[in-house]
């Protein structure tokens, strides 16, 4: 099943999307080869019922930035160019983990128990740090290198291409079900996440009312959120079911802090 995507325009709601019923053939990218990249792996409880961490079994290959409630942990240096990067979540707090050099570039919003893999381009000599924010606990930062040293990853090849804008995002009308490549690329001026929400028997309206009045930290998104900032890039290979689909930016705009989706 088919159906149009509406995107957005100033001002917009949000996009929806429809997820084709049949999944198309996989293309294989020039990247690296994963299993599975962004879903939930193993048992998260409730931090009001335990303290022991969410068991999280890694899958594939990647420079490895680890969180939890207390401590963030990343490598010392990572290769300059295009690097597969896994960020997973042990702790019992959601948390949103940012790498950062003097401003947010790229980041994923990860819940307890969650680990999300993803493509992006470190520059050569520069220091970035490993953080979070937003979230109920805030471990120390962390800061690497990227070395000039090149990777020896390749940008994949997209199946699927968003464009992120001031209140408006560009990409087709529909996709196929099943795991594919999305390169989220930024152009506009502010700092963009991209939320996936599986709408089933909820509307649009219905949608983004509650989002408006729930802790971001609590929202339940099909796939981690990623955020790119202005003029950044990152490849992230999401595996959705066919249905029925909303993609939401949730950041405030930086002149009247509405949030993006509502325009």
């Given at each position: 099943?088919?159906?149009?995507?509406?995107?957005?325009?100033?001002?917009?709601?949000?996009?929806?999307?429809?997820?084709?019923?049949?999944?198309?053939?996989t293309t294989t990218s020039s990247a690296v080869a994963r299993t599975t990249t962004e879903t939930i792996l193993g048992t998260a409880t409730s931090a009001t019922t335990t303290t022991e961490p969410a068991q999280v079994e890694v899958v594939g290959n990647g420079s490895m930035f680890q969180?939890?409630?207390?401590?963030?942990?990343?490598?010392?240096?990572?290769?300059?160019g295009?690097?597969?990067?896994?960020f997973v979540n042990i702790g019992q707090d959601p948390h949103a983990v940012f790498v950062t050099e003097n401003s947010i570039l790229y980041g994923v919003f990860l819940g307890s128990g969650?680990?999300?893999?993803?493509?992006?381009?470190?520059?050569?000599?520069?220091?970035?740090?490993?953080?979070?924010l937003l979230t109920f606990s805030r471990p120390p930062d962390v800061e690497f290198t990227a070395p000039t040293a090149d990777s020896e990853t390749a940008a994949p090849t997209p199946d699927v291409t968003v464009g992120l804008a001031e209140f408006a995002f560009s990409m087709p009308d529909t996709v196929a079900s099943g795991p594919h490549w999305w390169q989220l690329t930024n152009n506009g001026e502010q700092l963009h996440d991209v939320g996936i929400f599986l709408l089933e028997?909820?509307?649009l309206e219905g949608l983004l009312a509650e989002i408006d009045v729930i802790d971001p930290r609590l929202?339940?998104?099909?796939?981690?959120?990623?955020?790119?900032?202005?003029?950044?890039?990152?490849?992230?290979?999401?595996?959705?079911?066919?249905?029925n689909y909303a993609l939401v930016c949730r950041v405030p705009d930086d002149n009247n802090r509405q949030r993006h989706f509502w325009g």
């Open positions: 099943m088919v159906c149009l995507l509406v995107a957005c325009s100033s001002p917009p709601v949000t996009e929806t999307t429809n997820v084709a019923t049949s999944a198309i053939g969180i939890n409630d207390e401590t963030a942990r990343a490598p010392a240096q990572v290769s300059s295009f690097v597969d990067v896994i969650l680990l999300s893999q993803a493509v992006v381009e470190f520059v050569s000599e520069l220091t970035y740090v490993f953080e979070e028997d909820q509307t929202q339940k998104t099909v796939v981690p959120t990623w955020a790119v900032a202005p003029g950044q890039t990152i490849w992230i290979n999401p595996e959705l079911s066919a249905g």
